[in-house]
């Protein structure tokens, strides 16, 4: 992973960070964006699903290495333009999501699992709309005015499809047992499980949102 590769000066300690801090969490949360729909490709691509997965490791060593550049910035700066904590747990989230993504990826390849289903496609459509949601959330915090007003109902939309990805999950893993495969059954449950993880992952940067707004409202 990279850093950012430049020493702070005096400035940096005094002026608040807020226009880099907002740019590299916009930019870990659109990767996390590429992230999800580099897993539906992949879905679509299985012929060639090795280099798809491939693609969705390098979105995720880049989220990496914008998540420790951020990482760097917060011990390196004095002034924040939200809670320092928060940043960091926003950010350790945003990251775990990616994370989750690409370990469904790489269940995919490992166990070398027969076929996608649309239970897979689903599951990812879900977290496609709860990045897009952290997204609208994250570009509001620049208007710090706003947030109390704007960003709750982004938070409930996340909570309600996080309860919607929980019931995919209960509906696939029924639907799993039905085949009486035990071997089928436990490649596709882990795979299933690890998305509806990053479903509560998000659902974790929303919680740290709500803590945001009460702290600015």
């Not at 027969?114 to 609208?136: N, S």
Request: charged share 30%; hydrophobic share 45%; glycine share 2%.
């Amino acid at each position: 992973m990279r850093g950012s590769g430049r020493p702070m000066g005096l400035l940096d300690w005094i002026v608040p960070q807020d226009k880099i801090f907002f740019e590299l969490m916009d930019r870990q949360a659109a990767l996390a964006l590429d992230a999800v729909r580099q897993f539906r490709h992949l879905l679509n691509s299985w012929d060639n699903l090795e280099a798809e997965r491939q693609k969705l490791k390098n979105i995720e060593d880049a989220a990496d290495s914008v998540a420790h550049d951020i990482f760097e910035r917060l011990n390196q700066t004095f002034i924040t333009p939200i809670d320092r904590e928060d940043i960091a747990r926003l950010v350790h989230v945003l990251d775990d999501v990616v994370d989750a993504v690409d370990a469904a990826a790489n269940r995919l390849v490992l166990y070398e699992v027969e076929k996608p289903t649309p239970e897979m496609q689903q599951a990812a459509d879900i977290i496609e709309e709860q990045v897009k949601h952290i997204q609208t959330c994250l570009t509001v915090l620049r208007r710090t005015k706003h947030i109390a007003k704007d960003v709750p109902p982004h938070l409930v939309e996340i909570h309600r499809l996080e309860n919607a990805a929980d019931r995919l999950l209960n509906t696939s893993v029924a639907g799993l047992f039905r085949t009486h495969d035990a071997v089928q059954i436990l490649k596709y449950k882990e795979v299933y499980e690890l998305l509806e993880a990053a479903t509560d992952r998000c659902e974790d940067v929303a919680d740290v949102l709500s803590d945001v707004v009460r702290k600015h409202s």
